[in-house]
């Protein structure tokens, strides 16, 4: 007897995010089985205070990574209430945001809902994008179809359609043909679209002489990227940051092999004032930075049953303080590339990481945003 082995499928499949449309469902309320708690984030309809409605406005203050940090304490808030209750199976929760620029600074939470939907499956979790002008009466009607799409953790309302956050797979002129809908495994929520031909540039962000600041530079990812960078130039300078007071011996010793300039310093992203005197510094001795790397980051895995206010402000301190930080230091100055290091827990959710997952998508979403106010001119 003898068996054959499958044949391997590997191969490399670059995705983009595209809105998917779905269609509308004409069933009754009782169909959903259960009435979703609704959760008004950062947003509330004009009429809401007047609409016969149970919904629960968030109360958020301050700068926008505090209003995101408070966003993300309510739902695990509500969540760990209804967990406490012996709801779990029974859980439906309905985030909502408005659909402008600022609203979808706050599309991070899907992560954190995603990793609801897996920790405690059967249960419906969203996070719902509506037009600003909604109206109360409109959004019930809204909400309704969206929770019979429950199979979805992130949808938006656009000139009166719903659709779906989704993948749209894309070839780089290669010959490889990969199966995306075997690598999902049709997972409704992972699910790449047919690929489409794209022309995407091979230019490399890096130039000689250049000076890159790496944060989180002695752990793995940095680390790699230090090792690129120095093979791809020559003079560079990489200025490699972190909470400890020096590198671990083995780090200092592999980034001495490296043929750049590799410098350590001990700076917390999360510390404003470290962050903005590290620059002034690298500006005083070099005249300008040429690149950024954010690879720091932090996790503290745990269910969400069990996240404690500690846990999860630590987890996105370096992601969404830090990132705020890194703005405020680069200020006007014309980077080469400002690259941020995010996490697939920020798309699909992560069992024991619903912290991480919102901390990277609030990088993710900010990305979104900074690019968009790139092609204006405005950074």
């Given at each position: 007897m003898t068996s054959r082995v499958p044949e391997s499928r590997e191969g490399v499949l670059l995705v983009q995010p595209e809105w998917q449309e779905l269609p509308k469902r004409s069933l009754p309320a009782e169909a959903v089985g259960v009435e979703p708690a609704v959760l008004l984030c950062n947003w509330a309809p004009q009429d809401f205070a007047a609409?016969?409605?149970?919904?629960?406005?968030?109360?958020?203050?301050?700068?926008?990574?505090?209003?995101?940090?408070?966003?993300v304490q309510a739902i695990l808030h509500h969540v760990q209430q209804q967990l406490a209750m012996q709801r779990s199976h029974r859980m439906?929760?309905?985030?909502?945001?408005?659909?402008?620029?600022?609203?979808?600074?706050?599309?991070?939470?899907?992560?954190?809902?995603?990793?609801?939907?897996?920790?405690?499956?059967?249960?419906?979790?969203?996070?719902v994008e509506v037009q600003p002008e909604t109206s109360a009466a409109m959004l019930i009607e809204q909400l309704h179809q969206c929770a019979l799409h429950a199979e979805e953790s992130h949808l938006r309302w656009e000139a009166g359609e719903l659709k779906r956050a989704g993948w749209q797979a894309v070839d780089v002129d290669r010959d490889e043909n990969v199966d995306t809908n075997e690598m999902t495994n049709?997972?409704?929520?992972?699910?790449?679209?047919?690929?489409r031909k794209t022309s995407v540039?091979?230019?490399s962000p890096w130039r000689d002489g250049g000076v890159y600041v790496i944060t989180g530079g002695a752990g793995g990812l940095g680390r790699i990227w230090a090792r690129e960078i120095s093979v791809q130039t020559e003079g560079s300078t990489l200025i490699l940051t972190g909470r400890s007071p020096t590198m671990p011996e083995t780090v200092q010793r592999e980034m001495a092999q490296l043929p750049a300039r590799v410098l350590y310093e001990t700076v917390d992203v999360?510390?404003?004032?470290?962050?903005?005197?590290?620059?002034?510094?690298?500006?005083?001795?070099?005249?300008?930075v040429n690149g950024v790397l954010h690879c720091a980051g932090e996790i503290r895995d745990s269910l969400i049953r069990y996240k404690?206010?500690?846990?999860?402000?630590?987890?996105?301190a370096p992601k969404v303080v830090g990132i705020r930080n890194l703005e405020e230091a680069i200020g006007t100055e014309a980077l080469d590339v400002l690259l941020l290091f995010s996490s697939g827990a920020a798309v699909t959710g992560n069992a024991g990481q619903g912290d991480y997952a919102a901390a990277n998508g609030y990088m993710d979403a900010y990305a979104v945003s900074r690019n968009a106010r790139m092609k204006r001119g405005e950074c």
């Amino acid at each position: 007897m003898t068996s054959r082995v499958p044949e391997s499928r590997e191969g490399v499949l670059l995705v983009q995010p595209e809105w998917q449309e779905l269609p509308k469902r004409s069933l009754p309320a009782e169909a959903v089985g259960v009435e979703p708690a609704v959760l008004l984030c950062n947003w509330a309809p004009q009429d809401f205070a007047a609409a016969d409605v149970s919904w629960k406005q968030m109360v958020l203050t301050g700068a926008l990574e505090a209003r995101y940090g408070q966003a993300v304490q309510a739902i695990l808030h509500h969540v760990q209430q209804q967990l406490a209750m012996q709801r779990s199976h029974r859980m439906a929760v309905q985030v909502v945001v408005a659909g402008d620029e600022q609203g979808r600074r706050f599309a991070g939470l899907s992560g954190l809902l995603r990793t609801v939907r897996l920790e405690h499956p059967g249960c419906l979790a969203q996070l719902v994008e509506v037009q600003p002008e909604t109206s109360a009466a409109m959004l019930i009607e809204q909400l309704h179809q969206c929770a019979l799409h429950a199979e979805e953790s992130h949808l938006r309302w656009e000139a009166g359609e719903l659709k779906r956050a989704g993948w749209q797979a894309v070839d780089v002129d290669r010959d490889e043909n990969v199966d995306t809908n075997e690598m999902t495994n049709g997972n409704a929520e992972t699910e790449v679209k047919t690929k489409r031909k794209t022309s995407v540039p091979r230019l490399s962000p890096w130039r000689d002489g250049g000076v890159y600041v790496i944060t989180g530079g002695a752990g793995g990812l940095g680390r790699i990227w230090a090792r690129e960078i120095s093979v791809q130039t020559e003079g560079s300078t990489l200025i490699l940051t972190g909470r400890s007071p020096t590198m671990p011996e083995t780090v200092q010793r592999e980034m001495a092999q490296l043929p750049a300039r590799v410098l350590y310093e001990t700076v917390d992203v999360t510390n404003r004032e470290a962050v903005n005197a590290l620059f002034r510094r690298l500006r005083q001795q070099y005249g300008r930075v040429n690149g950024v790397l954010h690879c720091a980051g932090e996790i503290r895995d745990s269910l969400i049953r069990y996240k404690t206010e500690s846990d999860w402000q630590a987890v996105l301190a370096p992601k969404v303080v830090g990132i705020r930080n890194l703005e405020e230091a680069i200020g006007t100055e014309a980077l080469d590339v400002l690259l941020l290091f995010s996490s697939g827990a920020a798309v699909t959710g992560n069992a024991g990481q619903g912290d991480y997952a919102a901390a990277n998508g609030y990088m993710d979403a900010y990305a979104v945003s900074r690019n968009a106010r790139m092609k204006r001119g405005e950074c």
